[in-house]
């Protein structure tokens, strides 16, 4: 069963909570069915409760605690123990149907993304494909190094860049989470990207009403 979900990113302190709950106001006030994860140790205060939340699984105040970890240390232990433990996820999404819309609120902490693999892994793990990468042992030390090097490279960049651009792969939509239309347009490209209501089979018309004829009659 196919299921359809939106990962919010960004730095900290960039509003990734408030498009969250912006966005999961509208999902219900159209009443259309939404899943919320907070992948986030660090965040204590939500507008929704999220339905699954990785405090849940591990708590960065316990991690602190008890190993004697700072803030930044504690964040990356507790990705190490979820990239180890991603039945978590699984157990929760897995009887979802794909009516449901998950939002999955990410943590904006950049060390959480440069000093462990969390977003390629967990992105693996959802959407179940590829394959993983293997070391022959063929590649020499300082290959890698010479190949991110030089004018090939840089064309290479070039090239990606104006491919990216020319299929408006990536966007940038402007934003009032106070205005609802505003916040509407945005659930608009997401499902343009998702294909979300390509996969929605068609619903029958509700059933007639039926009215007392003689209701209104003086």
């Not at 939002?103 to 060390?111: A, K, L, R, S, Y």
């Not at 934003?175 to 997401?190: A, C, H, K, N």
């Amino acid at each position: 069963m196919s299921k359809y979900g939106v990962l919010v990113m960004g730095p900290a302190g960039a509003g990734k909570s408030t498009f969250c709950s912006a966005l999961i106001t509208h999902l219900r006030n159209n009443r259309r069915s939404c899943f919320y994860v907070n992948l986030d140790p660090a965040a204590e205060e939500f507008t929704h409760e999220p339905d699954l939340d990785i405090k849940d699984l591990i708590s960065l105040e316990d991690v602190m605690e008890e190993m004697g970890l700072g803030p930044n240390g504690g964040l990356i232990y507790c990705f190490e123990f979820l990239l180890e433990n991603l039945d978590f996820l699984t157990e929760a999404l897995d009887p979802l149907s794909e009516e449901y819309l998950i939002v999955i609120d990410m943590p904006g902490q950049i060390e959480l993304y440069t000093h462990i693999p969390i977003l390629p892994a967990l992105v693996k793990h959802l959407t179940k494909t590829g394959e993983e990468d293997v070391d022959d042992g063929t590649q020499q030390a300082g290959e890698s190094g010479t190949m991110m090097r030089g004018a090939s490279f840089k064309r290479l960049n070039r090239a990606v860049a104006g491919l990216i651009d020319s299929f408006s792969m990536v966007s940038y939509l402007r934003l009032e989470v106070q205005d609802e239309d505003s916040v509407g347009e945005i659930l608009s490209y997401i499902d343009d990207a998702i294909q979300y209501h390509e996969a929605q089979e068609p619903r029958e018309p509700n059933d007639e009403v039926e009215y007392d004829e003689t209701a209104g009659e003086n």
